[in-house]
């Protein structure tokens, strides 16, 4: 059984900085990837980064790039989401995934994946 725990939500003001992490138990999938969605209120989940296990390449939804960084520590079951220059419109709960192979076609998307976190909640206002 595969578990995940997402940690590092809270509120911050626009142009503010936060580190989400996630915690893989259980077991990871080294042909896999781990992803991180978001959720706002009234909205559908959308893709927000993934990271493959093997060789550690990374894919963003165009609204982060720049500003968003996908990291995964192998030794720690660790993945992170780094958030700089966060805006309103980045308000939602943020939850991670993990896939046990790599999909071309369905890395961006929520049947891609799994296994999935509990969520943080993540505010951006002033």
């Known amino acids: 059984q595969v578990q995940l725990v997402e940690s590092g939500g809270g509120l911050v003001q626009p142009g503010g900085s936060l580190r989400l992490s996630c915690l893989v138990s259980?077991?990871?999938?080294?042909?896999?990837?781990m992803a991180w969605f978001r959720q706002a209120p009234g909205k559908e989940r959308e893709f927000v980064a993934s990271i493959r296990w093997s060789g550690g390449s990374t894919y963003y939804t165009d609204s982060v790039k720049g500003r968003f960084t996908i990291s995964g520590d192998n030794a720690k079951n660790t993945v992170y989401l780094h958030m700089n220059t966060l805006k309103p419109g980045d308000t939602a709960v943020y939850y991670c995934?993990?896939?046990?192979?790599?999909?071309?076609?369905?890395?961006?998307?929520?049947?891609?994946?799994?296994?999935w976190g509990q969520g943080t909640q993540v505010t951006v206002s002033s």
């Open positions: 995934a993990v896939s046990r192979y790599f999909i071309t076609d369905l890395y961006s998307t929520v049947g891609g994946y799994a296994f």
């Open positions: 259980g077991r990871t999938f080294s042909t896999g990837a």
